[in-house]
């Protein structure tokens, strides 16, 4: 007997995609700017974001365009809700400590997303990295610290020969770095961080310049990722 898959949704699929591109854009968005995102009519992106509106997932600033709503925030503060209580603290302190943005990377299918990120106390100028921000896990820092430490059978089939020498080097360093690639003329150093149970993560920072070396700044943020691993149990 022949078991047929049961369809997607293709409605529920482009609502999540809104909140994906709304996300992404890192501003609010108009509902023509949804509807190209989509490749859809206006009219029906019209529709989806009611919807969502109707849920609090979305809201509309003064000039009436889309952007993420409050309702978003208490989701997103239950996604492994251990894990960042335990960060939040870590962060905080190395934040501080290294004078930079610090976050918590996670290992989403073929993507690198921040989890959470804090920036630093005192500082003058500091590079905001906000929570949902996602990216190729093959581009960057955290990403390249993720792969360190993922079978290669389990790398997206988008890993050049370059991209493979840089995670070669992250492994026998046990940290990467990142100039320019996710962001032009920022930088980023990470960690992997291996929890029992979960998929593997990074801890990493995010900053222009500093006076910091990488191998100092790793040297920091291993400290933060044992002390997540030890209060986690694994």
């Known amino acids: 007997m022949t078991t047929q898959a049961v369809p997607a949704s293709q409605t529920l699929s482009r609502g999540i995609r809104i909140l994906e591109l709304l996300a992404d854009a890192r501003a609010a968005l108009t509902i023509d700017e949804i509807a190209r995102g989509l490749t859809v009519h206006r009219s029906v992106a019209y529709r989806l974001v009611r919807t969502l509106e109707d849920h609090g997932l979305v809201s509309r600033d003064a000039g009436g365009r889309i952007e993420l709503g409050a309702r978003m925030a208490a989701l997103a503060a239950g ?47 500091s590079v905001a990295q906000r929570p949902g921000t996602r990216h190729a896990v093959t581009v960057g820092a955290p990403g390249k610290a993720i792969l360190s430490v993922l079978a290669e059978r389990l790398w997206p089939a988008a890993a050049t020969a370059t991209v493979r020498d840089d995670v ?67």
């Open 168 to 234: 070669a080097r992250a492994a026998a360093a046990g940290y990467a770095t990142s100039h320019d690639e996710v962001i032009p003329t920022l930088r980023s150093v990470a960690v992997p961080m291996i929890l029992r149970g979960r998929e593997p993560s990074a801890i990493a920072v995010v900053y222009v310049a500093s006076a910091h070396q990488p191998a100092e700044i790793a040297a920091r943020l291993r400290i933060s990722a044992a002390a997540i691993r030890d209060a986690l149990g694994g």
């Open 79 to 125: 996604v492994a809700h251990d894990l960042q209580a335990e960060a939040i603290p870590e962060l905080t302190e190395a934040a501080n400590d290294l004078g930079m943005t610090c976050f918590l990377a996670v290992l989403d299918r073929d993507e690198c997303v921040t989890l959470v990120s804090v920036e630093p106390r005192h500082a003058v100028a």
